[in-house]
């Protein structure tokens, strides 16, 4: 399992905010401010770095954080995130960390900050003043950083993370994946459209790398006609972090025409042709064409893998 540490150092709280964001993205992990860290840097494969610049610098926490540990960051995956009012201005203060760390930092990203300059205690407002004037920038209220961008990229990170698992041969993780879709009979299917969403629990049958649905309709079919991408979850009942089994299936959706020979030949494995027949309403069956599944399995691991394996 791939742990990340995020520390930050924040003094209006925005950098805490980002800390906060990216600990939730870059799970499981630990948030902290960084002069109250107190565990073991060892336990973390990943060491995410929020810093603000406060007064054309680096805030000296962060830097002796750095000092500190650098044999040890040296040989972990280090991100740099850093709240600032211009890109190249950020790119200049992580240069000095970049060379120290060199390839451990796999990551480095200027997201902007926000500046409310009546909260400023005096010496900032001032300092800040000074900084803006000597490099042109306007001395003024001013939000600089776009949230929906940053989470954005926060994605796009955790993918990188995610290259340090210890990966299946994908035809025998997927004879392990379909087993598990084959001894399992329920999931939750989540359909979505502009605001509207909705995960509904519903009966399966896993056939042909695909997974038909039987339903009279509903709300879920207007999502579905909307927005075919669908998320479909398969899982048991939890009982420790040390057993886990649960799949999440990313997919389209179509419906299958009634009588057809894909409609009759579900119908048949689900036991229910004769009764369909002879009903007076229709059952609709919802077929999701699977994409993407991961896996999170135990079993994985006892095997030598991570535990959370990706198929495409």
Request: glycine fraction near 4%; aromatic fraction near 10%; charge should be negative.
């Amino acid at each position: 399992m791939v742990k990340t540490l995020v520390l930050y150092e924040s003094k209006y709280g925005f950098t805490k905010e980002i800390a906060k964001d990216t600990a939730m993205v870059l799970a499981p992990s630990f948030c902290s401010h960084v002069c109250e860290f107190t565990k073991d840097i060892q336990n973390y494969n990943v060491i995410a770095i929020c810093t603000p610049v406060y007064n054309d610098l680096l805030p000296q926490s962060i830097m002796d954080f750095i000092s500190k540990n650098i044999n040890i960051l040296r040989d972990k995956k280090v991100i740099l995130l850093c709240c600032c009012l211009e890109v190249d201005y950020g790119k200049v203060h992580l240069k000095p960390i970049r060379e120290l760390l060199g390839n451990a930092v796999i990551w480095q990203e200027i997201i902007g900050t926000k500046i409310e300059i009546n909260h400023l205690n005096s010496n900032d407002y001032n300092d800040l003043k000074k900084v803006c004037e000597k490099d042109e920038i306007s001395f003024k209220d001013n939000n600089l950083f776009i949230r929906e961008k940053f989470l954005e990229r926060l994605l796009k990170i955790s993918r990188v993370v995610e290259d340090d698992r210890v990966e299946i041969r994908k035809e025998e993780g997927m004879q392990y994946a379909e087993e598990f879709l084959e001894n399992h009979n329920t999931c939750t299917l989540a359909t979505g459209y502009l605001k509207g969403v909705r995960a509904t629990p519903i009966e399966y049958t896993y056939m042909d790398s695909s997974m038909y649905l039987l339903s009279e309709g509903g709300q879920k079919f207007h999502y579905i006609m909307q927005n075919p991408n669908v998320s479909v979850t398969v899982y048991d009942s939890f009982t420790s972090f040390e057993e886990l089994s649960g799949m999440q299936i990313q997919g389209k959706a179509e419906f299958i025409e009634p009588s057809t020979e894909e409609y009759n030949t579900i119908m048949k494995e689900k036991g229910v042709l004769e009764e369909i027949l002879d009903n007076d309403i229709t059952l609709n069956i919802i077929k999701v064409k699977i994409e993407k599944i991961e896996f999170d399995w135990s079993g994985f691991k006892r095997l030598g893998y991570s535990t959370k394996q990706i198929f495409l």
